[in-house]
């Protein structure tokens, strides 16, 4: 959180958010991703991506292959982002290769449609084994949208070893 105190007026540009003063102190938030809701992939491949995210996201986003079976969503500068470190990786390593493959191959620009759903391409729908219900998760600088099974194959398993895994990433939460 960021704590302005008001001498004069001002506006800052926060994610999507403009915040603007006149006369009073605010509060602001840095913008993230979080929550999980649960939508339908429909006949057509479109999935309602939540109103919330949206607002993060823009009216255009890249949806790419994610790890552990789920598909990721990025705007725009989140994707720029990516591009730029992928670019830094040395192109002699196999490993390099393939994981700048994998991230990018089936990647794919989508826009949001007046519903707020986005059609997914096929290919992306067979890697995640999208089916009917999805679950779209909110993490942090970027979303997820996951079939409902792995989900909550995937929650299970993580949700079990929830303290070890807290425990083992201390370093780096310091």
Known sequence: MIFFTNLFTYSINIGKMVVESGTKCHKVVNLMFMGEYAHQLDNKGRLIIPAKFRELLGDQMVINRGLDGCLNVYSIDSWQTILNQLKQLPTTKKESRQYMHMMTAKAALVDVDSAGRVLLPS???????????CI???VVDHCEIWSEERWNAYYEGASASFETIAESLTDFLT
């Open 136 to 138: 779209i998760v909110g």
């Open 123 to 133: 290919s992306l729908i067979s890697e995640a084994a999208l089916v009917k219900s």
